[in-house]
């Protein structure tokens, strides 16, 4: 049976994790391939780092990295943040990241959707797409939810998927950082609407959070940032606690 | 030595990484004579199938793979261009393993992505000290059909072969080199052969 996932989110600025991870015995905190090495062993399905790096040397930092990432990680990663063109893909694939994630590009010019789909295959594009509840509808927004689109999150979702998308990342920003659980409405709503892969993200607190999202919508896997990092939710109890009720997910069993 | 076939078929990195980790000698090439030199191939492929076999045809790497006597290990769409035919672009396969490879039914989401257990035959040394029914990791919209010499089997909407060996040719669907340690067994399981 196909198995539910565990996603934790690493922001990295300059080739460094922000936001202060407290996992003990690490000797460099801030280092995404110690910190990636760690979420693997302690049992997460898959990672996704997002770069919010803004200067002009982000895209060779960015690389060094993802490639020292790869090198260690033996379980799937996305990279996302800042990529602007099939270059910017290409050489982050190829420098061992599994898939890309794009968002503010897609909305202002979604052909690159299709372009990466044709290229490497949907399986390597995933449009993360931050939703907001505005005027009594769900909207899309960019740059890091600074921007309404007025697209509506539905049609949007619909589009990507028919564009070639292999798998959405849906944030919603009503619920990121607040910790009252995932956007189930939205995300109900969106699993009925596409038949690729859905990740939720924003607004976990608690594990049974992740159990609510797993029984009442269709989503894939679920994504989170701070309840890892500050270990209010280790993974290994996460697992254990879904499995106990009855949530298809992987244990290493050797 | 290790040869990875290089065949332009998708991205290689996460496997010459893996093989690297294992403290391996790995080359990459689509060269006859490289090959012939190896102890064991890796056979890996993403991406489409007809372009995949055109590659290999412009390398004239078929008739070299199927007359093959060393250890070979074909990963996700190489288990599958091992089978007869493909309805992936209808295209002929390397016909090693007698079986057919379909479209998944849209009966769900497609592609299958994600971990699904491998339930695999007690006899079979590709899954040694791999416990039964441990979890790897897949992303395929094709399937392999159960056949005479599939060695395990998974469940995604419809049952489907998630490992072969006939003689020195293995194959698995999903992906070893991103199944965490179950993974990194199981290709140190092919390597030790």
Redesign the interface.
Known sequence: MLKKRIIPCLDIRDGRVVKGVKFENLRDSGDPVELAYRYMQEGADELVFLDITATQDARRTLIEWVKKVAEVLLIPFTVGGGIRNLSDVEAILYAGADKISINSIAVKNPQIIEEIAKQFGSQFVVVAIDTKKKENQNQVFISGGKIGTGLQTENWCKQVENLGAGEILLTSMDHDGEKNGFAIDILKKITNTVKIPVIASGGAGNVEHFLEVFQKTQVTAALAASVFHYKIIPIVELKQFLHKNSIPIRYEKN | MIAIIDYGA??I??IK??L??LNLEVIITNQKELLKQADKIIFPG??HAKYAMQKLQDYDLIEFIQNLEKPFLGICLGLQLMCTNTEEGNTKGLSIIPAKVKKLP?DD?????????VHYQDDTCLFK???Q???F?F?HSYYVEPNEYCIAKS??ILEFCSAVQKDNFYGVQFHP?????????LLENFLSL
């Open positions: 998708g991205n990195t996460s990484n893996i690297k980790l993403v991406g849209s989401i497609i592609p299958h992505m994600g971990w699904n257990n000290d791999i416990m029914d441990s979890d990791y992303v469940e995604y080199e991103k199944s965490g340690n179950v993974g990194k067994k």
